[in-house]
T-cell receptor
Framework: QKEVEQNSGPLSVPEGAIASLNCTYSDRVSQSFFWYRQYSGKSPELIMSIYSNGDKEDGRFTAQLNKASQYVSLLIRDSQPSDSATYLCAGEGGNEKLTFGTGTRLTIIP | NAGVMQNPRHLVRRRGQEARLRCSPMKGHSHVYWYRQLPEEGLKFMVYLQKENIIDESGMPKERFSAEFPKEGPSILRIQQVVRGDSAAYFC?????????????FGPGTRLTVL
């Protein structure tokens, strides 16, 4: 099992709808979790961090963590064309280094 | 702008030359991380440094690659005798401290092309 796995997509969502991005992880990266957004040719931009079971909301973004199922997700409400990007899930296992999934490419269709 | 700074943004080298990539962390950050992103691949951890110390270099190739973060000045990732397979985007990230839940913020990256 890969340490962090994401559905590579591509995922297409109509503008205004909810985009749901999912990530599973192994025991080795089970301390902290991060969602980054990366536009083509640009660097990763931190969107959300989550450390405890449950939901964490920030504006249109909600991160969800379920440690029993080893599952973390990112919901984007009221999707905008500017949300079109690759979303990277990352886990950290207590040793400070981040392990990234391969990313999910999201396209918001106007 | 108090963000992570990297230079150069683009670097072209011929096989066998040396590449030096520089990173200045965000103000107030003392932890620096280097990651590499190969075309169509995910980000891979290379090395984690604090001032004058390499904390974890488990992701860095044993040969030709080295990193430092001196007491004064930027962190430097050095690649000696570059080969075509070294062509990639190299990103530096910094964090405030491990007590701050280790949120890492990325610089704009250096895109290395080896001819």
């Amino acid at each position: 099992q890969k340490e962090v796995e994401q559905n590579s997509g591509p995922l297409s969502v109509p503008e205004g709808a909810i985009a749901s991005l999912n990530c599973t992880y192994s025991d080795r990266v089970s301390q902290s979790f991060f969602w980054y957004r990366q536009y083509s040719g640009k660097s990763p931009e931190l969107i959300m961090s989550i450390y405890s079971n449950g939901d964490k909301e920030d504006g249109r973004f909600t991160a969800q963590l379920n440690k029993a199922s080893q599952y973390v997700s990112l919901l984007i409400r009221d999707s905008q064309p500017s949300d079109s990007a690759t979303y990277l899930c990352a886990g950290e296992g207590g040793n400070e280094k981040l392990t990234f999934g391969t990313g999910t490419r999201l396209t918001i269709i106007p | 702008n108090a963000g992570v700074m990297q230079n150069p943004r683009h670097l072209v080298r011929r096989r066998g030359q040396e590449a030096r990539l520089r990173c200045s962390p965000m103000k107030g950050h003392s932890h620096v991380y280097w990651y590499r992103q190969l075309p169509e691949e995910g980000l891979k951890f290379m090395v984690y440094l604090q001032k004058e110390n390499i904390i974890d270099e488990s992701g860095m190739p044993k040969e030709r690659f080295s990193a430092e973060f001196p007491k004064e000045g930027p962190s430097i990732l050095r690649i000696q005798q570059v080969v075509r397979g070294d062509s990639a985007a190299y990103f530096c990230a910094s964090s405030r401290s491990i007590a701050a839940n280790n949120e890492q913020f990325f610089g704009p990256g250096t895109r290395l092309t080896v001819l």
